[in-house]
């Protein structure tokens, strides 16, 4: 397990592929390798006897475990340590190839997992958007939270394949919601009260910000909302934050890669996703 003393080898690993890696420089950037405040570990194997040098494998341990760096030695290292831990994560998340390695070390005592999705291009763009944003398209407020609860609600049983409020009756999901609006970081198109469009600027790194939770109205669905709505997002991660947009979105989804295309984001990587 790293620590602070590690900062300096283990941002150079980070803002190595500052796209790939936003998730987890997110939270390092902010509150350094401590555990308390960075609410996970950071692993690395075998590298005590090269601090100071190029760290071979790395691995964020937190709500989703998060394997960024490593060959087959080093996921067998972090499989090992995970499975005397026990799971404790609701994901595996990250570089596909890093990922999907994991798994395969995990898998036989971690499985069978709630679903894989082993192909999900990483896109990008640093540029302004390459159509017009949604000029209805604005960053929440903290008094129209229940108004915007129910579409982050409805998302994320589309999404993820389950309620995020049947543990704690939502609490937990209704606070997280609740801090990213706080933070400006939660967008949406109201009409007549409701959402219509929704996303998200679900981790933002000094240089990356990675968009999540993109949602439409199933009913306003195919008239471009998605599209401009996402050209908004993208416009205030860019000119407004000076940030690379990001995100990461399944294989089979054809019409929300070509959305994101037509906004002027391209592959630049690949990520997978084990959902527990």
Not at 23 to 39: I, K, S
Not at 108 to 121: I, S
Request: one cysteine or more; hydrophobic letters at 45%; glycine letters at 10%.
């Amino acid at each position: 397990m790293l620590d602070d003393r590690d900062l300096p080898e283990v941002l150079g690993v980070l803002h190595a592929d500052p796209v790939a890696a936003c998730m987890v420089a997110a939270r390092v950037e902010t509150a350094g390798l401590d555990p308390w405040r960075l609410g996970g570990q950071v692993w690395s194997c075998g590298h005590r006897s090269l601090r100071g040098g190029k760290l071979d494998g790395l691995c964020f341990v937190g709500p989703n475990l998060i394997p960024l760096r490593g060959n087959r030695v080093a996921l067998r290292c972090f499989a090992e340590r995970a499975l005397r831990r026990g799971r404790i994560c609701s994901s595996l998340v990250g570089p596909a190839e890093q990922v999907l390695g994991l798994w395969e070390e995990l898998r036989p005592e971690w499985g069978p997992a709630r679903d894989v999705r082993a192909d999900q291009p990483l896109m990008a763009m640093a540029d302004p958007p390459e159509l017009a944003p949604d000029p209805l398209v604005r960053p929440v407020r903290p008094e129209e939270l229940d108004r915007y609860l129910p579409a982050a609600v409805a998302m994320f049983i589309e999404e993820v394949g389950i309620d995020p409020r049947a543990d704690d009756g939502g609490a937990s999901y209704r606070a997280r919601v609740a801090e990213l609006i706080a933070g400006g970081r939660a967008f949406a198109r109201f009409e007549d009260g409701d959402v219509v469009f929704k996303a998200e600027i679900g981790a933002l790194s000094a240089q990356v910000g990675q968009i999540q939770g993109v949602w439409v109205r199933p009913d306003r669905r195919g008239h471009g909302l998605g599209t401009s709505g996402t050209a908004a997002v993208v416009d205030r991660l860019v000119r407004g934050m000076n940030r690379t947009a990001s995100l990461y979105v399944n294989s089979y989804n054809a019409p929300a890669r070509a959305a994101y295309q037509r906004v002027g984001l391209r592959q630049v990587g690949r990520y997978a996703t084990v959902l527990f």
